[in-house]
Every structure is written in C-alpha cells, then in structure tokens.
C-alpha cells in the first residue's frame, strides 16, 4: 500500500509565504508567530511543528529568499553571445524586475538590519551576494574573455553595487533621478574594462 505524499513542503511555503506578508507589512520584529499563523491559515502548534521556534523560522525565510534571488540572477542571464548575456544581466540589474523581488525590497531591507546584529543572518546573506557576485564576474569573463579573473570580479563587485544602491534609493521614493543613470554607469564600468583588455591584448 502507497503512503500518502507528505504535506511537509507545502506546509512550510505555506508558512514562510505567510511570513512574508507579514514582514512586509509589520516587519521581522512584529512578525510574531501567532501572527503568522493567522496569516497562514495554519494553528499556531503546525508553524511550531515545522519550524520549532522563530529564530529558526526566521533563518529559513532568509534562506528562501536567498535562493529566490539567485534563480532570478540566473534566470536574466539570455542572450546568442557572451556580450548579448551580459547586457541583459545588467539590463536585469538595473530594472524595475529586480528592485521588486523580495531581496531587493522593503523585506530586504528588514533582512539587512537584522544581518547586522546576527552572524547567521549575516553569513547567509553574504552568501546572496557572494553568488551574484560570482555569476555577474563569470558572464563578465565570457565577453572579455582575454580580462584577468580579479579584473572581472572587482567590475562585478562595483556593478553589484551599483545596482544595489540604485535599488536602495528607488525603494525611499527618490525619483528625481534618472531612470537609466546606473544602468548607464555599469556599462561605463564595463567600457573601462574593455579598453583595459585592449591594451593587455596589444601589449
């Protein structure tokens, strides 16, 4: 006789889908469990079932959205050639698409706070970073393939943030300025390491 499949996975996107509505409205700090049960549809006892206390429940919404973000990193990476990737990674970067995802948005921000005050929170969400890090550096080396690897790094350190600045001053309201002004500089960046390769390949 088959076993019923185990409700486990929707459960806990039950829960931390919940959890999110919740931060995005009160908070991490308001967020509390009973809150979040409501919010879920679920007993208060089945959130504690899954996730034990909110410390731990708090660890892997910040897991999950982590994750999300990577996937959408990837995701924008398309194009016939390594210079057609890269410009719509960049073009990704800088886009009303990315501002909106659940890192980059108020609950991004709540997760940051809480990165500054928690190794564990802070481990993981360097760890975020570190991988779009990683992925913007490699999309760069295959369009500039003859750019030493800490050149490609370093560039996709400052187009990191770049758009993460660009996204922060979006998020307060500022809208004085101009819509494309990072995207233009991150393009900026990559035009000074192209000239860079020139010189290196003539050298």
Known sequence: MVGRPSKAPERRDQILDAMEVCVRAHGIGQASMRRIADQSGLSLQMVSHYFGNKEKLVLAFVMRVGEKLAVEVDSAISGATPQAELTSLVQFLCSD???????????????????????????????????????????????????????CRETAYAILCLTEANEFFSGIGDTSLPSKAAEAAAFGLLGLLAMTEDTTTAS
């Open 97 to 151: 698409r990315y501002k909106r995802i659940p890192g980059n948005d108020v609950i991004g921000r709540e997760i940051w706070g809480l990165a500054e005050r928690d190794t564990d929170i802070r481990s993981i969400v360097w760890g975020w970073y570190d991988r779009s890090i990683s992925s913007i550096s490699e999309t760069i080396s295959k369009a500039y393939p003859n750019a030493s690897p800490t050149r």
